[in-house]
């Protein structure tokens, strides 16, 4: 099954965790630490009974005040769109930056309905679309057509990268789908992908490190 059709088929709690993944992989182009979106997941571990996820996501927003930016605050309407500028980088990682931040921005108050699902499925093209853009050697021209062609099945000459980013959200989807109870999923399916998300966000932090020590 190809990522789209997954993203089609999950509940709004399993969208809400596989947004959040995707956000928690790319919270070192942001500069937060490993543990800045942690409340979030434990919001969704504990459903009513914990803090709300709004209150989290704000929270979030709050350790991340010199970077995080409201939606229309730069050129774009929100994740994959405008060309984006950032202190001291390439074009590539200008965007990729930009794309980070509007993951955080776009995230909805309440994981329900269309909003949860429109955030989900945008995280999901903005996190392949920074993997694609932070590829050594990669232009950033052709990146979204790239992407989109990959999120729907077709992966003949995938960059690793961008093939190690595809491969951990469609397991983040089947992890999900696979240990839910029909009210979103289970606390050991959440634990799995947040591993999943842990070893993602380490491989994007050494490919930045990589990047900051090639520009100094």
């Known amino acids: 099954m190809s990522l789209v059709e997954l993203i089609a088929q999950a509940d709004e709690r399993?969208?809400?965790?596989?947004?959040?993944a995707c956000l928690d992989r790319c919270v070192?182009?942001?500069?937060?630490?490993?543990?800045?979106?942690?409340?979030?997941?434990?919001?969704?571990?504990?459903?009513?009974?914990?803090e709300t996820w709004g209150e989290c996501l704000e929270r979030a927003r709050a350790k991340l005040p010199a970077l995080f930016?409201?939606?229309?605050?730069?050129?774009?309407?929100g994740p994959g769109e405008g060309p984006g500028e950032g202190p001291g980088e390439g074009p590539g990682e200008d965007r990729a930056v930009r794309l980070a931040r509007q993951m955080l921005a776009t995230a909805p108050a309440?994981?329900?309905?269309?909003?949860?699902?429109?955030w989900a499925d945008a995280c999901s093209v903005a996190s392949l679309r920074i993997h694609r853009l932070l590829e050594v050697m990669v232009a950033a021209g052709g990146v979204d057509d790239d992407v989109d062609a990959r999120r729907e099945g077709r992966t003949e000459g995938m960059s690793p990268?961008?093939?190690?980013?595809?491969?951990?959200?469609?397991?983040?989807?089947?992890?999900?789908?696979?240990?839910?109870?029909?009210?979103?999923?289970?606390?050991?399916?959440?634990?799995?992908?947040?591993?999943v998300s842990t070893e993602g966000r380490r491989v994007l932090r050494a490919v930045v490190s990589r990047r900051a020590r090639g520009r100094s």
């Open 161 to 195: 990268l961008v093939a190690a980013e595809l491969r951990r959200q469609i397991t983040v989807l089947e992890l999900l789908a696979g240990n839910g109870n029909g009210t979103g999923p289970a606390v050991g399916g959440l634990r799995q992908v947040l591993a």
């Open 14 to 20: 399993a969208l809400a965790a596989s947004g959040l």
């Open 69 to 77: 930016e409201e939606p229309g605050e730069e050129a774009g309407e």
């Open 110 to 118: 309440v994981p329900a309905g269309t909003p949860v699902r429109e």
């Open 28 to 50: 070192p182009l942001l500069g937060g630490d490993d543990e800045v979106l942690r409340p979030l997941w434990t919001s969704l571990a504990d459903g009513a009974d914990g």
